[in-house]
């Protein structure tokens, strides 16, 4: 792929008008010598993960984590420019999908592709890697057929319907917003869409429906007493026990903006797919069969990570039994570390996931 692989010029030359003057300009990169952004400091100022490496107190961090922090930093942005071939820029773009930004916000920095987001390509008929499609996030918290990812590939003005949910109220109420959508090549002296531009009504028609079948379920669940039960499983986590659930308050940032973070108790249910009381109903399938589900892994992080989103997934689609991850070859220390993730990141979710060392 070398042909994506450019020079500190042309990164500069390729996305120059993407930036507003003096905009703050973070970078997610393995790149050590900084003179190779040079071009984006004489009008720019330049940060870099390393930059908080005392004030975040990083050095705590496995360096294995360090990736995903650049990763987190860089979905947030107003305007995100990554790499085409790359799966680090591949998953910043889909973290992006994921918190309802627009298409028209992302470009790759290799100029034969650099506006391959915006083309309206909803999914790749083969499994490549290259870049990262709608699909994977256009409607993915609902059980409807979704087809377009709704914003087309021209200018066109953009009406998002913004619900909120009061937490002393039952009806939500809804405001109308109306912003263009439009690239850097349709307003130059104006690069870039308007700062935090959401995704329009058509991307949130599902998400709307789940939050709304989400919002039922809470309430019945606060009517049988049932919402506690979630929280105390929850709190259970040492990671968890110092948060405040409040039901139904729905959190925005410094600026007002709502970025889609609910509250404790619909986080679980909206992750698990199902409430901690009918956890006991899916250790027998309906037809009486217990399932029993073994996998092996030996202990190193990155088989810790893939055990959780196996766990994850199991849980997700309600499976039924049990499931049983086999850890090998750990030493004592590893061991320990191993049962304390487990016991704090997955078996909050259900009591029928298991840990086994051999």
Not at 7 to 33: G, M, R, V
Not at 157 to 171: L, T
Not at 264 to 282: M, R
Not at 294 to 303: E, H, L, P
């Amino acid at each position: 792929y070398k042909d994506a692989l450019i020079s500190e010029d042309k990164w500069w030359e390729n996305t120059q008008e993407l930036w507003k003057p003096k905009e703050i300009l973070y970078f997610a990169t393995d790149e050590k010598d900084k003179k190779f952004f040079d071009n984006f400091a004489t009008d720019h100022d330049l940060r870099f993960l390393d930059d908080y490496w005392e004030v975040a107190n990083l050095k705590s961090f496995a360096k294995e984590h360090l990736g995903m922090i650049d990763v987190i930093v860089a979905s947030r942005g107003r305007a995100f420019a990554g790499t085409f071939y790359s799966t680090f820029s591949g998953y910043i773009t889909r973290l992006r999908g994921y918190y309802g930004m627009s298409k028209f916000t992302s470009w790759y920095s290799w100029q034969p592709k650099k506006d391959e987001m915006q083309k309206g390509a909803f999914f790749s008929p083969s499994n490549g890697f290259e870049r990262e499609y709608p699909i994977g996030w256009i409607g993915i918290d609902g059980d409807e057929r979704v087809t377009s990812d709704g914003e087309g590939v021209e200018k066109d003005p953009v009406v998002a319907e913004v619900v909120v949910v009061k937490p002393d109220s039952d009806k939500p109420t809804m405001a109308v917003m109306r912003k263009d959508v439009k690239t850097a090549h349709d307003n130059k002296k104006e690069p870039g869409i308007v700062p935090d531009q959401r995704a329009p009504a058509a991307l949130k028609e599902v998400a709307i429906k789940g939050r709304e079948d989400t919002k039922n379920k809470l309430k019945a669940s606060k009517e049988n007493k049932t919402v506690s039960d979630v929280i105390s499983i929850v709190q259970n986590s040492s990671a968890a026990g110092k948060i405040q659930p409040n039901v139904l308050d729905i959190h925005k940032d410094n600026n007002g903006t709502d970025h889609g973070i609910r509250s404790l108790e619909e986080s679980v249910i909206n992750g698990h797919g199902f409430q901690p009381a009918d956890d006991n109903k899916l250790k027998v399938a309906e037809d009486g069969t217990t399932f029993y589900t073994v996998f092996s892994t030996d202990c190193n992080s990155s088989q810790q990570w893939e055990s959780y989103l196996l766990f994850f997934s199991a849980m997700r689609i309600k499976q039924t039994g049990f499931i049983t991850r086999i850890a090998s070859g750990c030493t004592d220390e590893q061991m320990r570390e191993a049962r304390k993730w487990h016991d704090e990141h997955i078996a909050v979710m259900s009591s029928r996931v298991k840990i086994l060392f051999t």
